[in-house]
T-cell receptor, first 115, second 112 residues
Framework: GALVYQYPRRTICKSGTSMRMECQAV??????VAWYRQSPQKTFELIAL?????????EQNFTQEKFPISHPNLSFSSMTVLNAYLEDRGLYLC???????????FGKGTRLTVV | QQNVQQSPESLIVPEGARTSLNCTFS?????YFWWYRQHSGKAPKALM?????GEKEEGRFTIHLNKASLHFSLHIRDSQPSDSALYLC????????????FGIGTRVLVRP
């Protein structure tokens, strides 16, 4: 079956530092990977969408300078939160899809705490 | 820009009752409609999807889609405590490429 693994599951970083999170697709080819942030205030904000052979598209309020994403192959993606601050806290979810219009499979997320 | 809204924000239903969740969207050209369910501490998982107007039933779950009114819904018959979760609706617009826009979610608690 199709699975998506995310790591680390939880991380704590000091304000102003950066942290990297990873997403691994198993059992299917992740032609499209979306990164979301789920927070108590506004759940499921789309950060950016990465599709093979296309440029990564960032949503309003999210930038490549703050959330650089790498999607080097059909099974792996990573995202870094640069200069993390309190407002960056939340559960970061990776959703990956194979063929267009099929189900998006999610990982369990990386919970970021900023202190 | 697709705007997806869900109602109610939360719901408490007795075991055995019918649960109804609503989702509205703003892009009239939207093509694909999903309900995802997220149990506490778990990954969101696709529950059901519908691509054309009408109704689709799978076991105790039924989706209704009315594109003209920009609305779709999820109904759970004979609700069980195991149905307690966060329910998220998701919509893909015609011009959105692979982008799936989610609603804020409805938290459902089924009381035994």
């Amino acid at each position: 079956g199709a699975l998506v693994y995310q790591y680390p599951r939880r991380t704590i970083c000091k304000s102003g530092t950066s942290m990297r999170m990873e997403c691994q697709a198993v059992g299917f080819q992740a032609t499209s990977v979306a990164w979301y942030r789920q927070s108590p205030q506004k759940t499921f904000e789309l950060i950016a969408l990465s599709t093979v052979n296309s440029a990564i598209k960032y949503e309003q309020n999210f930038t490549q300078e703050k959330f650089p994403i790498s999607h080097p192959n059909l099974s792996f993606s990573s995202m870094t939160v640069l200069n993390a601050y309190l407002e960056d806290r939340g559960l970061y979810l990776c959703g990956a899809r194979g063929q267009a219009n099929t189900e998006v499979f999610f990982g369990k997320g990386t919970r970021l705490t900023v202190v | 820009q697709q705007n997806v809204q869900q109602s109610p924000e939360s719901l408490i239903v007795p075991e055995g009752a019918r649960t109804s969740l609503n989702c509205t969207f703003s892009d009239s050209a939207s093509q694909y409609f999903w309900w995802y369910r997220q149990h506490s501490g778990k990954a969101p998982k696709a529950l059901m999807s519908i691509f054309s107007n009408g109704e689709k039933e799978e076991g105790r779950f039924t989706i209704h889609l009315n594109k003209a009114s920009l609305h779709f819904s999820l109904h759970i018959r004979d609700s069980q405590p195991s149905d307690s979760a966060l329910y998220l609706c998701a919509v893909r617009g015609y011009s959105a490429g692979n982008k799936l826009t989610f609603g804020i979610g409805t938290r459902v608690l089924v009381r035994p």
